[in-house]
């Protein structure tokens, strides 16, 4: 049976990432109500590295709604700003260079399951979540690929459930990546 709390912090993240696609500035309270929970979930199951993970997650959502609500248009929605190749570069360089980090610093010193797919797709989220932050079309494709390889290893570890949320938020980044896509050409039309 899953645990109710488990339940609502799941329908808290999807809902979450749903308003994020609508580019509504509500994904942030709504994100932050969802990785308040996840941490009651994950010190549960005495899982202390998501904790502080979920931690991590706190300072980057208020950073990322304060970023938002400087950048809203008429109707309340945040407008998406263009993210230049070079930069996306250095996010991703620095990315995968904190993946092999965090993955060499699991191997060596815990007991970790997929010490290395772990940390690379935490690294990865983060700069995901970073691009988000910055309101960039780019951080759609990243959760794609991110959440896909997410439900692989959720699957391979019996956490089924999880790896449907993650199937969902597949779904829900490619709405965020056709909507944002077409805010960013009606802004370009209007410009």
Same mark, same amino acid.
């Given at each position: /049976?899953?645990?109710?709390?488990?339940? +609502?912090?799941?329908?808290?993240? +999807?809902? *979450?990432?749903?308003?994020?696609? &609508?580019?509504?500035?509500?994904?942030?309270?709504?994100?932050?109500?969802?990785?308040?929970? =996840?941490?009651?979930? =994950?010190?549960?199951?005495?899982?202390?590295?998501?904790?502080?993970?979920?931690?991590?997650?706190?300072?980057?959502?208020?950073?990322?709604?304060?970023?938002?609500?400087?950048?809203?248009?008429?109707? !309340?929605?945040? &407008?998406?700003?263009?993210?230049?190749?070079?930069?996306? %570069?250095?996010?991703?360089?620095?990315?995968? *260079?904190?993946?092999?980090?965090?993955?060499?610093?699991?191997?060596?010193?815990?007991?970790?399951?997929?010490?290395?797919?772990?940390?690379?797709?935490?690294?990865?989220?983060?700069?995901?979540?970073?691009?988000?932050?910055? &309101?960039?079309?780019?951080?759609?494709? /990243?959760?794609?690929?991110?959440?896909?390889? =997410?439900? !692989?290893?959720?699957?391979?570890?019996?956490?089924?459930?999880?790896?449907?949320? =993650?199937?969902?938020?597949? %779904?829900?980044? +490619?709405?965020?990546?056709?909507?944002?896509? $077409? +805010? *960013? $050409? &009606?802004?370009?039309? !209007?410009?």
């Amino acid at each position: /049976m899953i645990p109710l709390h488990e339940l +609502a912090a799941a329908i808290l993240s +999807a809902s *979450a990432v749903w308003l994020t696609t &609508r580019r509504s500035p509500w994904c942030f309270p709504v994100g932050l109500v969802s990785v308040s929970v =996840y941490i009651w979930v =994950y010190f549960d199951a005495r899982l202390y590295s998501e904790v502080l993970l979920q931690l991590l997650w706190v300072a980057m959502l208020l950073t990322g709604w304060w970023r938002w609500l400087r950048h809203l248009d008429t109707t !309340g929605h945040v &407008r998406v700003a263009p993210l230049a190749g070079r930069l996306a %570069g250095l996010h991703l360089l620095g990315g995968i *260079a904190t993946g092999l980090l965090l993955g060499y610093a699991m191997q060596r010193w815990t007991h970790a399951a997929l010490p290395w797919l772990d940390a690379m797709l935490t690294a990865l989220s983060l700069v995901g979540q970073l691009w988000q932050n910055r &309101r960039h079309i780019a951080a759609w494709w /990243m959760w794609i690929a991110v959440d896909l390889v =997410y439900i !692989g290893m959720f699957i391979n570890k019996h956490l089924f459930v999880t790896a449907l949320l =993650y199937a969902g938020f597949v %779904g829900l980044a +490619a709405k965020g990546l056709r909507d944002w896509t $077409r +805010a *960013a $050409r &009606r802004a370009e039309r !209007g410009a």
